[in-house]
């Protein structure tokens, strides 16, 4: 049995609970920030075929350390290919990539996701980033997983603006808008616990709490009611050879922090 560590964060622990939903022998696409290190992770772990992509072109890297952004040249190195987003996202379309992994901003109950704006899209309050490949990701990839940090702000009953469809406005709708059948998210990643969807409502439903966390925490970090599965497991915390890999992949604390 692999050593448990003594202490860790947060936010390793988000990366370690993340990496382990990855199989070996599959395909991921990622996005920046912790579905980078949660993807490498899997891959010096458990997964070490495990294909990750690059929404800028990069397909099957060995990444050495996390790069700042999805197009540097980390994303690169040792890689099959050196293609184009393009390539990517056509690939996405025709079925070939596995996992979607992408970070949010807002998450609602059916999975929906924003990083384009909060507040009113004429007036907003934040103007985020926006899409970037995400829309691509969560509207053809069989399975989406998602990570955020979760609050009231960013657990809301529905988002200001979805940027990346889950599932709209529940059962059935993401058929009505033309999307692929058998895709949508597939489970949501914060400090809390790890999220499935209830069938067949689509409606997001609590299935793990990390170590030392409640159902009472987890409704008062939410603004809507979170449902909760009859069963709730219970999340492994990292390993002490997870973490110092963690420690690896981002020696200056980018994500992962000091």
Wanted: charged residues 20%.
């Amino acid at each position: 049995m692999a050593e448990q560590a003594t202490t860790f964060t947060p936010t390793e622990l988000m990366a370690c609970v993340a990496a382990r939903l990855l199989a070996d022998k599959r395909s991921v696409l990622v996005g920046t920030g912790l579905p980078v290190i949660a993807a490498v992770l899997a891959q010096r772990t458990h997964a070490p075929h495990l294909l990750i992509i690059f929404e800028a072109g990069g397909i099957g890297p060995l990444v050495p350390v996390i790069p700042i952004s999805v197009g540097q040249s980390p994303t690169f190195y040792h890689a099959s290919a050196a293609s184009s987003m393009h390539d990517v996202l056509s690939a996405c379309q025709a079925g070939y990539v596995d996992y979607g992994f992408l970070g949010a901003a807002m998450i609602d109950t059916y999975g929906n996701i924003n990083t384009t704006v909060i507040g009113d899209w004429a007036r907003p309050t934040v103007r985020l980033p926006g899409s970037g490949g995400a829309n691509d990701v969560g509207s053809l990839c069989p399975r989406t997983i998602i990570i955020l940090r979760q609050d009231k702000r960013r657990f809301v009953e529905k988002v200001d603006f979805i940027t990346t469809p889950g599932y709209l406005d529940g059962p059935g709708a993401r058929e009505r808008a033309g999307l692929p059948e058998d895709t949508g998210p597939y489970r949501v990643i914060t400090q809390l616990g790890v999220y499935g969807f209830a069938e067949p409502t689509k409606r997001l439903k609590l299935v793990a709490l990390h170590p030392g966390v409640t159902v009472d925490d987890v409704q008062a970090n939410s603004s809507f009611e979170v449902l909760v599965a009859e069963d709730v497991a219970t999340t492994e915390p990292p390993t002490a050879m997870e973490r110092r890999l963690l420690r690896e992949i981002d020696p200056a604390g980018i994500v992962i922090g000091k």
